[in-house]
């Protein structure tokens, strides 16, 4: 008899996304039962100050499987991100943004590649769709921190990532900004977890503005990373004890 498929936990971080947010869940609770009987999709609405917190409500009224956790005042990215993967009760937990600068319905590219011994399926984006500046401090941003950190990856912040609960049983997070992503990363890679990586694709922003793009958020990220390089580089206290380092598998 066939193996049942794994169980899969679905989950959005979304702030001020009233724009996007529906179709986003609508696709993802899509994307999600043609790969698996045993889902969830989640919304955790990080004390947004549009309607999003609306939205999410009434999709959680119309579709079984969704559900919503809302946080009374913004926690930061790092914060939804936390609750995200807290709330999660399934065996592969699969995140996104709300913002639709990437396809949920790809999420079945990442599902493929969760073979065992597989902890994580990370996706790089093909093309990044945004303007030319963004672009140049992406790119700026990846290379720093792959250096500074020692991370064999292609893309640290491309959010849409498929992993093994489990790992978070030994993977502990406690960014609450944008830099959780490059304390996940790290953190992951040194604790021996097993890595596959697909290109998806990136799409321009059709709602909204980029919370991340401006002097005072590029100011306060640099002083994250330096303090996260200190802690994880430096001090190292998350790899006690922890297995030798991860194998890559780039495809």
Not at 1 to 7: E, Q
């Amino acid at each position: 008899m066939d193996a049942l498929p794994a169980s899969l936990s679905v989950f959005f971080p979304a702030y001020n996304d009233s724009g996007t947010i529906a179709s986003m869940v609508i696709r993802a609770d899509a994307a999600a039962a043609a790969l698996t009987p045993d889902y969830e999709v989640i919304v955790v609405n990080d004390g947004s100050e549009d309607a999003t917190a609306a939205i999410a409500d009434e999709l959680a009224r119309k579709y079984p499987r969704v559900r919503v956790m809302h946080h009374a005042q913004n926690r930061g990215y790092g914060g939804a991100i936390q609750t995200g993967i807290r709330s999660a009760t399934k065996d592969l937990i699969f995140y996104t943004d709300g913002d639709a600068q990437y396809d949920p319905a790809e999420l079945q590219l990442l599902w493929a590649e969760m073979a065992e011994g597989v902890d994580i399926v990370n996706g790089y984006k093909i093309s990044r769709s945004d303007p030319m500046h963004r672009i140049v401090i992406g790119r700026l941003y990846h290379h720093i921190v792959a250096i500074l950190f020692g991370l064999r990856m292609r893309d640290v912040d491309c959010d849409f990532r498929l992993m093994r609960r489990s790992m978070f049983e030994r993977v502990e997070l406690r960014q609450t900004s944008g830099v959780i992503c490059l304390e996940m990363m790290k953190k992951i890679q040194d604790a021996g977890f097993r890595m596959v990586e697909v290109p998806v694709h990136h799409y321009h922003r059709a709602f909204g503005t980029s919370q991340f793009f401006n002097f005072p958020r590029i100011f306060k990220t640099a002083v994250g990373v330096a303090r996260l390089w200190i802690e994880l580089v430096m001090r190292r206290r998350h790899r006690r004890g922890r297995p030798a380092p991860v194998a890559w598998c780039p495809l």
